[in-house]
């Protein structure tokens, strides 16, 4: 049996060795959420609700435990990781109002009665990457075992611990076996038989574009189902007529949460070329304030990198010479570790401006008004997220509407709440997770039609 080790990020120790589900387990296991679908289904719409209150009750019971697991797995801090497991319980809580509320509808028609049902898709498989283990595997399972669906989990090889707990945990609450079952594996297997088996009727993909391209051509084969998060390259736009203090104060928290391994991190920054000497004479104490070290400490803002592999390659962005304006710290030796960096690159074509770094690296370049600002936003094949800091309620407006991106903020950095829908414009990605609207994905829609007339 081939296993992995994981290893704490923040001291390089091994945490603990974890089996690989391999391709025949794969296929085996879903063949159990097939055949465990026609009991779920017909469990009532107010049990399936209680079941999910259940299993919402028992993540918070296990808050604690959750967020230290992602502590030592991920090198989380420990308030996000505390935000995390919460969100966990938030979204099991709020999708266990969906199985009262699928309702259809009734539309007039000539000679009969015509309604509708939000039928299961049957076998979801969800795939999640590292970055953020718990809450982007309840984006998918939550709406998805709402809508009456039996799910297959498989988290990232690098971080599986926190979904194995969840698995239990929902065994705890009466959740059966097969109706969601974790597979820790490597995407080129567990995942990659997602795609490929008939049984699997939609796909939730979250990862890196590159990868999301294969997925979606691999479900297309199938016509298959399927929801993709993919990168971003988000603009953080400071117009001269903003409070520049809180913009600045607020920036590297914006970027460098999670160590900058965000889809929604603000990794461009454009400032209004009037305001941009002294937006950058404010943005660096406030990098230079970033308390970056260890995630288990309460006071922590910023943990180390996921990976020596990932750790090597965000490094790659700053060869010798690379336009580094000023730098925070983080601590020596053991751990992955990498400072919060600013980077002043010389033109909107560098690949520090241009590319998806997932690291605490980001690049500031002024803009000449209006039209600049969003023509520089939109200059990118991404479209997730971005900020707006202005004190003009209609170029707030105008800007929000111009900048071609699934999730903007203005004066704040807030991207994600689990009662509003998130997703990406362009190579950012396709359909919604999230928001009122997300059990509609894990659903088709059917007509019938009774003739009254016989
Ligand atoms: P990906 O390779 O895209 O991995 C994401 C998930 O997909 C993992 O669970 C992975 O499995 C799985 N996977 C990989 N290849 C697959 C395949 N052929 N079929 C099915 N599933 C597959 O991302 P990564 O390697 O972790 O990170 C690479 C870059 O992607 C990062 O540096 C960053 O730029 C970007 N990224 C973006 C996001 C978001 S939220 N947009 C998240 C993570 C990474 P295993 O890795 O376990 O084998």
């Given amino acids: 049996m081939s296993t992995f080790t994981v290893i704490n990020p923040a001291t390089e120790e091994v945490v603990q060795t974890v089996p690989l589900t391999s391709a025949e387990e794969t296929d085996a296991a879903i063949a159990r959420a097939r055949a465990a679908l026609p009991s779920w289904r017909a469990v009532a719409p107010g049990d399936r609700a209680r079941l999910l209150r259940r299993f919402a009750d028992a993540v918070d019971a296990d808050l604690e435990n959750l967020a230290r697991l992602e502590v030592v797995n991920s090198g989380h801090t420990i308030g996000n990781a505390r935000w995390e497991a919460g969100n966990v319980r938030d979204l099991l809580n709020y999708y266990s109002a969906a199985p009262e509320r699928l309702v259809g509808k009734q539309i007039p028609v000539q000679g009969g009665v015509n309604i509708t049902f939000q039928e299961p898709l049957g ?124 913009a600045a104060a607020t920036a590297p928290y914006g970027v460098f949460d999670n160590a900058g391994q965000d889809c929604c991190a603000r990794s461009r ?64 030796g053991s751990g992955f570790w990498f400072p919060p960096t600013v980077v002043t690159p010389a033109s909107a074509g560098d690949p520090l401006f241009t590319e ?62 689990y009662w509003t829908p998130f997703g990406g414009f362009k190579q950012s990605g396709l359909g919604r997770e999230l928001g009122p609207d997300a059990v509609d994905a894990f659903t088709e829609t059917k007509n019938v039609f009774l003739n009254a007339e016989l």
């Fill in 269 to 332: 920054i454009l400032v209004e070329a009037s305001a941009y000497d002294r937006f950058m004479e404010l943005l660096e104490p406030a990098v230079r304030g970033v308390v970056v070290g260890d995630p288990g400490a309460e006071a922590t803002e910023m943990g180390p990198l996921i990976s020596a592999g990932h750790r090597e390659k965000v490094t790659g962005y700053l060869p010798d010479g690379a336009p580094v304006a000023f730098r925070g710290s983080a601590p020596r």
């Fill in 123 to 246: 076998v979801v498989g969800v795939i999640v990457p590292w970055n953020f283990p718990m809450p982007i595997a309840a984006w998918g399972f939550a709406p998805a075992l709402a809508a009456g669906n039996t799910v297959l989990l498989k988290p990232a090889e690098l971080t599986p611990l926190t979904a194995i707990r969840i698995a239990e945990l929902a065994r705890e609450a009466g959740i059966p076996e097969d109706v969601f079952q974790v597979l820790p594996g490597k995407g080129s297997v567990v995942g990659q038989r997602f795609v490929t088996h008939p049984a699997v009727r939609k796909v939730v993909f979250t990862g890196s574009t590159e990868v999301g391209k294969q997925i979606m051509a691999g479900c297309a084969a199938q016509v298959k189902r399927v929801t993709l998060e993919l990168g971003g390259k988000n603009a953080n736009i400071v117009f001269a007529d903003a409070d520049l203090e809180k």
């Fill in 356 to 417: 998806e770094i997932f690291g605490p690296i980001v690049a500031v370049l002024p803009f000449t008004g209006e039209a600049d600002a969003v023509a520089m936003a939109n200059d990118t094949e991404y479209g997730l997220s971005g900020s707006i800091w202005t004190s003009d309620l209609g170029r707030a407006l105008r800007v929000s509407r111009g900048v071609e991106a699934g999730n903007l903020s203005v004066n704040s950095h807030a991207s994600v709440r």
